[in-house]
């Protein structure tokens, strides 16, 4: 079964970084892209950053494009996402998601929040 776990949302202040986990387990980790997509009430999931399996190749959308960093660590089966200079309109629930182009399995998500 795969799960994926996101750890390291939280309240930040505009113009503030956070870095977000993700710890992935029943599947072979390193074997797969993977994304990190978010979503607010009312919209549809947006999948901001994406990273291929070895980590050599990166996407992002042009909301978070030189502000967000993926990156990966296949020897600890964890995904991260560094958020930096970060905007109230970043605020959403962050999911890593499966998948170079955020397709397959997605986890609970963690709260990320920007406000004064």
């Known amino acids: 079964e795969v799960q994926l776990v996101e750890s390291g949302g939280g309240l930040v202040q505009p113009g503030g970084s956070l870095r977000l986990s993700c710890v992935a387990s029943g599947f072979r980790f390193s074997s797969y892209g993977m994304a990190w997509a978010r979503q607010t009430p009312g919209k549809a999931l947006e999948c901001v950053a994406s990273i291929g399996g070895s980590g050599e190749i990166t996407n992002y959308a042009d909301s978070v494009k030189g502000r967000f960093t993926i990156s990966r660590d296949n020897a600890k089966n964890t995904l991260y996402l560094q958020l930096s200079s970060l905007k109230s309109e970043d605020t959403a629930m962050y999911h890593c998601?499966?998948?170079?182009?955020?397709?397959?399995?997605r986890g609970q998500g963690t709260q990320v929040t920007v406000s004064a």
């Open positions: 998601v499966q998948g170079f182009h955020c397709g397959f399995a």
